[in-house]
């Protein structure tokens, strides 16, 4: 946002109770945006399955042709329905074909006790996932470019209906590979839903409180809340049917109460409706409204300035040796970061104990983590914060691999829950502060970039997540090798970016050869010369608002 703009703000009210007002209504979406990418964790569960035996004590097994015939017997879904005398428990044919009349046990039901996916299906229940967060890699990409094209509020009310009215439909699909389908269409709107919610209350507030509003979101209570309605609510169909619907039914009654982007009307030259938003926040504010004359001055310095701007790529982030090790460093940190944070959360399948509690305990440690993160990066550098937050938990995660060894996994479930919950307090402490190292390590001409690429990275690491989950039918203690490996090899790779705490921002990409080693890092500042918090506070949203 340009300084012109920010004076708009500040004749209107940089914080005021209009802004808050759309901050919260528009944060509402976080909580559907959580459900929507964790709720697999919950309707694509692997229950407990019998198979009864014959009158020789051998089980009766059906090949494909017959799950039609077996889905039949989904229904008897209670341990005490059926003894276990004459019957194998959890086991699949030679070939690895699905008996017939086989009966789950779990008390709850999911896709797998829909259309059978165990056996041969066994893998089509993480495929959906994967599918899922494919789709929000690529509506990230496209959702955010129509909220410029089109506006913040109705590409917002677009994605939300859309992804309401689908995963309402998804309870009542025929199969599986609807069922796919549909969640990738869902994994789209989430995906554009996460960047439009984000930055949509940002452009109504001046720049010191933008970082507030980036950890003020409603993500973490959200994803809290999932398994306490899930551990209510065992049918998978009713459970996306309760969930799918909030909040796009509460929303479309406020739509005359949900302001557009002023900045976003401004910069589409619509300066009567810029001026009448404007004029609701300054008056809710106890301010005075700009004229129309103010923002058409602003617009023709944002034309002279984009006249005058230099058009930048991808490629120039590779332009010299160290800024090339500094894009790759942080492109893989990154990954790592949505892969063991979205894997981490859907591996606790294979975590010990109870699948609901340990799913809540996964999301209440995110708070904890953003403390860390906001105090150990004042007081001790994000460099080594996000060194020791990674370590730490990366090494937390890896030990359940000697626990496995041991064969006390079930034994020592709390000390395992305990090393998960740890694992993800550091990985999400990590990736706090990886949001203001990449907008701080950047030069501002190519920030938006970086942030792109890094923001890709992440989503490709999230749709790794499912299927590096999925191991844990190979062996429980695999996932937990291949998270873990990942943080402590990412947290040494991130010893080689500089210490950004208290440097100057780099403006300009200054045309270095590939032979040159003056860093694009500056000096310290001194006291008199101090980097003040609105530098901060922009920086995070200017990277941020791409991701």
């Known amino acids: ?115 059978n996916l165990v056996c041969d299906l ?51 699909a025929p199969r599986w590979e609807v069922m796919a389908a549909m969640r990738f269409i869902n994994g789209m709107c989430a995906g554009g839903l996460l960047l439009v919610s984000f930055a949509w209350p940002l452009e109504f507030v001046g720049i010191k409180w933008r970082i507030y509003l980036n950890v003020l979101n409603l993500w973490t209570p959200g994803s809290m809340l999932l398994p306490l309605l899930a551990y209510y609510i065992r049918d998978w169909k009713t459970l996306l049917m309760v969930t799918t619907p909030f909040p796009t039914v509460f929303v479309w009654f406020l739509w005359k109460f949900m302001l557009e982007s002023p900045r976003w009307l401004a910069m589409q030259e619509r300066l009567e409706e810029a001026e009448e938003v404007l004029s609701i926040i300054a008056k809710a504010n106890g301010k005075s409204p ?49 892969a063991a944070f979205y894997g981490i959360s859907l591996n606790v399948k294979n975590l010990p104990g109870d699948k609901y509690l340990n799913s809540f305990l996964l999301a209440a440690v995110e708070i904890p983590a953003l403390a860390v993160a906001l105090v150990c990066g004042i ?18 995660i890896f030990s ?17 829950t305990c090393l998960s919950l740890l694992g993800k307090c550091g990985v999400m402490a ?6 203001l190292v990449t907008g701080e390590l950047f030069p501002t001409v190519v920030r938006s970039i970086g942030g792109g690429a890094a923001s890709i990275a992440g989503r490709a690491g999230g749709v790794t997540a499912p299927q590096f989950a999925s191991l844990g039918r ?30 100057r921002l780099p403006d300009s990409l200054p045309e270095w050869s590939w032979c040159s080693r003056k860093p694009y890092i500056e000096d310290e500042v001194t006291s008199s010369d101090k980097e003040n918090d609105d530098m901060h506070g922009k920086s995070k949203e200017t990277i941020s608002t791409d991701l």
């Open 1 to 115: 946002m340009s300084q012109g703009f920010e004076e708009i703000l500040k004749g209107v009210g940089v914080i005021g109770r209009k802004q808050i007002e759309v901050f919260f209504l528009v944060s509402l979406a976080d909580v559907m945006t959580s459900w929507t990418i964790l709720i697999p964790i919950f309707i694509g569960a692997q229950p407990e399955w019998i198979c009864p035996s014959d009158s020789n004590g051998t089980s009766s097994w059906s090949n494909g042709s017959h799950r039609e015939d077996a889905h039949d017997d989904v229904s008897k879904i209670l341990a005490g329905n059926l003894s276990t005398t004459n019957s194998t428990k959890n086991m699949c044919s030679a070939d690895n074909n699905i008996c017939s009349g086989i009966t789950y046990t779990s008390p709850f039901t999911s896709m797998v006790t829909e259309w």
């Open 122 to 172: 066994e893998y089509v229940s993480d495929i959906i996932t994967t599918i899922q967060m494919a789709g929000l890699f690529f509506g990230a990409l496209a959702i955010s470019q129509l909220s410029d094209m089109f506006g913040r509020k109705p590409v917002w009310y677009a994605a939300l209906t859309v992804n309401s009215i689908v995963g309402f439909a998804s309870a009542f």
């Open 290 to 338: 700009p004229s129309v004359e103010t923002l058409k001055q602003f617009i023709e310095e944002e034309k002279k300035n984009a006249a005058k701007a230099k058009k930048f790529s991808f490629w120039d982030l590779f332009r010299t040796p160290q800024l090339a090790k500094h894009t790759l460093v942080l492109m893989f940190l990154w990954f790592v970061y949505g």
């Open 379 to 396: 007081w001790l550098g994000r460099r080594v914060t996000m060194f020791g937050t990674l370590l730490i938990g990366g090494l937390a």
């Open 400 to 416: 359940v691999l000697f626990i496995g060894l041991a064969g006390k996994l079930e034994e020592l479930s709390v000390l395992v």
């Open 430 to 435: 990590a990736w706090n502060l990886g949001y």
């Open 474 to 503: 190979v062996s429980r203690e695999l996932p937990f090798i291949v998270f873990g490996s990942l943080a402590v090899v990412a947290a040494f790779f991130g010893l080689l970016l500089p210490e950004t705490k208290m440097r």
